[in-house]
C-alpha cells in the first residue's frame, strides 16, 4: 500500500517556474515507478513525465519535453517536477501515481494515486 500527497501547487505567470513534491508513505515506495498526470479543464486526464524506481530513467509526454524534469529521492519517499517555461496550456491539476511496473504511461497501469494540486498558468 501506497499513500501519495502533492504540495507545490499555486499559481504562476507564463514563462516561470513550479516544483511539485509528492510524498509517499508506505515500505514499497522504492519498488515502484512514480509518474505525474496532469488533467486540464474539460480534458481527460494525461501522462506527463515518469521515473524508474532506480531513478536511472526518466520518460516524459512530447509536450514537456525539455521543460519539466521528474526526479524521485528514495531516501525521502518523496517525487518531484521540476516545471520551467510553464505555459498557459500547462494549467491543471497535477496527479502523483504509482505503479509497480517498469515504464507504465496509462493511468490503467497505475494502482495508486494522490488528490491532485492545481497548477495555474497566467498568460
Known amino acids: 500500500q501506497v499513500q501519495l500527497v502533492e504540495s507545490g501547487g499555486g499559481l504562476v505567470q507564463a514563462g516561470g517556474s513550479l516544483r511539485l513534491s509528492c510524498a509517499a508513505s508506505?515500505?514499497?515506495?522504492?519498488?515502484?515507478?512514480m509518474a505525474w498526470f496532469r488533467q486540464g479543464p474539460g480534458k481527460e486526464r494525461e501522462f506527463v513525465a515518469g521515473?524508474?524506481?532506480?531513478?536511472?530513467?526518466?520518460y516524459y509526454a512530447d509536450s514537456v519535453k525539455g521543460r519539466f524534469t521528474i526526479s524521485r529521492d528514495n531516501a525521502k519517499n518523496t517525487v518531484y517536477l521540476q516545471m520551467n517555461s510553464l505555459k498557459h496550456e500547462d494549467t491543471a491539476v497535477y496527479f502523483c501515481?504509482?505503479?509497480?511496473?517498469?515504464?507504465?504511461?496509462?493511468?490503467?497501469?497505475?494502482?495508486?494515486w494522490g488528490q491532485g494540486t492545481q497548477v495555474t498558468v497566467s498568460s
Open positions: 501515481a504509482a505503479a509497480p511496473r517498469i515504464w507504465p504511461r496509462e493511468s490503467h497501469e497505475f494502482d495508486y
Open positions: 508506505g515500505r514499497t515506495f522504492s519498488r515502484h515507478t
Open positions: 521515473v524508474s524506481w532506480s531513478g536511472s530513467v526518466t
